[in-house]
């Protein structure tokens, strides 16, 4: 790392946001607004998961698309809540469905999850959709994962040929978020880091691109960043000073030549991105749109 400090571009999510949010939306009246349907389940009263399915159908019927919200309490048996889900899997005039989670942990998540048809799997959680992303066949990508390439394109952040390195591989983000960016088309060659991979900031330094994804506050600092390098933070710590992010962002500004911010960054293209599965899976269901 040397040389003078450079301006570093702010990435904000809400311009990236409202683009994906403005064409769906123009997509739905083209087509006469045909019904396009999310459903989404919730157990339990959770005070965040309430808010984050809230604003998921309002950005829904926002664009045209309709809601159907199930809700369980907090001690709803398995089988209460697998009914549901079937039902939900059996109704043709469902396109999407979308458990909230986490789940109350007597439940079993992963059997829950697999009651999901890969075509209504809007959130790219199953078995049967991350085996659809290693296979580049048609299928939904996990909405954050999306949102961090649609986030990328939005600010002409080029990935062909570039070394892009993943810090994290959950199968929420850093392991699907790998597989998308190798994708044909896309062409970034991807290296994928962890908590045990040795001289961390020597490999990051050799990286057009650092995605870091372990929600460990400021863990990533100038030490990792070379100049003009792209800093893309989807890790998310709630501290005393408020939400906070994986990348020192004071550290690092002056040296990336591209930043996202935390809070205000990956996290605003995650509903975006669900309605964007959303309508695909219509599509996929036969609707035209």
């Known amino acids: 790392m040397s040389g003078a400090p450079i301006s570093t571009l702010v ?10 949010l403005q064409t769906l939306s123009g ?5 006469g607004t045909p019904h396009v349907s999310l459903a989404t389940v919730l157990v339990g009263d959770d005070a965040p998961s309430r808010k984050y399915v809230a604003s998921k159908h309002k950005t829904a019927q926002s664009i045209g ?22 039902h939900l899997a059996r109704d043709k005039s469902v ?8 789940l109350p ?49 939005h600010y002409g952040i080029a990935t062909s040929g570039k070394h892009v390195v993943v810090i994290g591989r959950s199968t929420l983000v850093g392991l699907p978020l790998s597989v998308l960016l190798a994708r044909k088309g ?26 870091s994804a372990t929600g460990i506050a400021h863990s990533i600092t100038a030490a990792h960043i070379s100049m003009g ?15 906070v992010g994986d990348i020192d962002a004071d550290s690092v500004t002056g040296i990336a030549g591209a930043l996202t911010p935390m809070p205000g960054g990956t996290g605003i293209m995650t509903v975006a991105c ?16």
């Open 65 to 86: 698309i309709q809601s159907v919200q199930v809700e369980l309490p907090a001690t709803a048996t398995q089988n209460e809540v697998e009914d549901r889900v079937r």
């Open 11 to 20: 990435l904000a999510g809400a311009p990236a946001r409202d683009g994906i």
């Open 186 to 211: 896309i062409d970034a060659t991807v290296t994928l880091a962890h908590s045990r991979t040795t001289r961390l900031e020597e490999l990051c330094r050799s990286a057009d691109i650092v995605v």
């Open 274 to 289: 669900l309605m964007e599965n959303t309508i695909n899976a219509a599509v996929m269901q036969g609707v035209q749109l």
């Open 105 to 153: 942990s007597h439940l079993d998540t992963e059997a829950v999850l697999r009651l999901i048809p890969a075509e209504k799997d809007v959130d790219g959680l199953t078995e049967a959709s991350m085996g659809r992303l290693m296979r580049d066949a048609p299928g939904h990508v996990g909405c954050t994962p999306l949102g961090v390439l649609r986030l990328l394109q």
């Open 27 to 31: 997509r739905m009246r083209a087509a």
């Open 95 to 102: 396109h999407g469905i979308l458990v909230q989670m986490p």
């Open 229 to 243: 390098a792209t800093c893309i933070d989807v890790g998310i710590s709630r501290t005393e000073a408020g939400i």
